[in-house]
């Protein structure tokens, strides 16, 4: 793995990660980010279906809790999760938590570390950390570490213990990654703890530098965790003591603005997580990413408006006055709605003919209205699942996409303005 950077402009890094996979000869590009999978598949999507997505990442991520049930079968099968789940063309990341589900706190101790299955808790020795590394066989992967310091209330001292296990099990797995053949050709990304504490995260970042790791994984920055203002701070001080030349991966950060901001604090790679929350909400992602819009379309915003009673509204916000029952049941869905999105159980949808998002060439808008996909999800058809995961996931890679082209350009500015406009012109 080698990482060529072409250019930094204000903390943002723009260049290549070449060299991966067992041959060596995959690439990608950076800012980036990974194919989000479950069990090696993407929700909702067969191998078939997701061959239609463009702009598809050439690192796919592979959650351990997923895995960690299937050891005896992939340990029998002999041949790694690449062939056990038909994901032959692309590299394997393999992560120890899934971004997308709760990890219950309060379960991590000095020879330990909890994962959570369908099943329930499954504790990991180092050991069997590496055995299910082994029966895996992905191309990198990240180390065993404490990130249980997500909690605002968070000692001092605990944080400490955390930045102290974090390395102690980095230690023990690179030692036992050594000693495992079926690991030869894998990489390993140690992970940066600290909670909020900026001398526990520099410390930790410093430490975790000296080791013989290929990357560095980014934790306990999550949404919840800490206010933006807090993690672009500390994310710019750790970023500042990790070598150039080695990517540094964030995790569970994933909307578009806060995508942006990361980048800026010197990020170079993300998981794609958010695509499917979206989908899990039954909506859609909408959001401008042309950072070098046409003159005369300048004033027409990407974001779906419809006209209803001689009023403008935006795409999926709920007006004040709309009776209850003009929306679907909700529960289920993953997460509060964010402004990248439209809702498409709104009853505004019911006769809406357009597509889901004109102009763009997913498969899903190509094909398909706002009035099916309205339907589809008020009448909790499975297809609904595909044809929002086909959008969304093509949406948040050409985004990512443009952000790679707008830092070559020198357009991050104009991006960024796209991004976060709103309907009335504002930021």
Not at 320 to 339: F, H, V
Not at 378 to 392: I, K, P, Q, R, Y
Request: aromatic share 8%; proline share 5%; with cysteine.
């Amino acid at each position: 793995m080698k990482l060529e950077l072409s250019r930094v402009v204000q903390g943002c890094r723009l260049g290549v990660l070449s060299g991966l996979g067992r041959q060596a000869d995959r690439s990608l590009q950076i800012p980036g980010c990974l194919l989000y999978t479950r069990c090696g598949s993407v929700p909702h999507l067969t191998h078939e279906t997701l061959s239609t997505v463009d702009s598809m990442p050439t690192v796919t991520q592979l959650t351990l809790p997923t895995l960690a049930e299937h050891q005896e079968v992939l340990e029998e099968f002999k041949e790694g999760a690449r062939k056990f789940t038909g994901l032959h063309d692309t590299v394997l990341y393999c992560s120890l938590h899934d971004p997308a589900a709760p990890s219950p706190a309060g379960y991590t101790t000095n020879k330990t570390v909890s994962v959570w299955g369908s099943g329930g808790r499954m504790e990991l020795t180092p050991s069997r950390f590496i055995a299910l590394q082994a029966a895996v066989q992905p191309d990198w992967y990240q180390s065993m570490a404490d990130g249980e310091t997500l909690q605002a209330d968070t000692s001092r001292k605990r944080v400490k213990k955390a930045v102290d296990r974090s390395l102690a099990f980095l230690d023990q797995c690179l030692q036992l990654h050594h000693q495992t053949q079926e690991l030869s050709h894998a990489e390993v990304f140690g992970v940066v703890e600290g909670g909020d504490i900026l001398e526990e995260r520099l410390r930790s970042a410093r430490e975790t530098a000296k080791r013989p790791v290929s990357g560095f994984v980014l934790d306990g920055f999550q949404v919840d965790a800490m206010s933006p203002e807090v993690r672009l701070n500390l994310l710019s001080a750790v970023t500042a003591e990790l070598p150039e030349d080695k990517p540094r991966l964030l995790q569970g950060v994933g909307r578009p603005d806060e995508v942006l901001e990361c980048v800026q604090a010197g990020v170079d790679l993300f998981e794609s997580f958010f695509p499917y929350q979206v989908t899990e909400r039954g909506c859609a992602l909408c959001f401008s990413y042309t950072y070098q819009p046409d003159p005369e379309t300048e004033g027409i915003e990407f974001t779906p408006v419809l006209e209803r009673n001689g009023a403008t509204e935006e795409a999926g916000v709920q007006k004040t006055g709309e009776k209850e029952g003009d929306k679907a049941d909700d529960t289920w869905a993953e997460g509060p709605m964010t402004q990248f999105e439209m809702d498409l159980k709104d009853a505004r949808y019911r006769e809406d003919f357009s597509p889901v998002v004109p102009g763009c060439s997913c498969y899903c808008c190509r094909n398909h209205t706002r009035a099916y996909l309205h339907h589809l999800l008020l009448t909790h058809e499975l297809l609904s699942g595909v044809l929002l995961m086909l959008h969304n996931m093509h949406h948040y890679f050409c985004f990512f996409q443009a952000l790679q082209g707008a830092l070559r350009h020198g357009q991050l500015h104009s991006l960024r303005r796209r991004v976060l406009q709103r309907r009335d012109g504002t930021s």
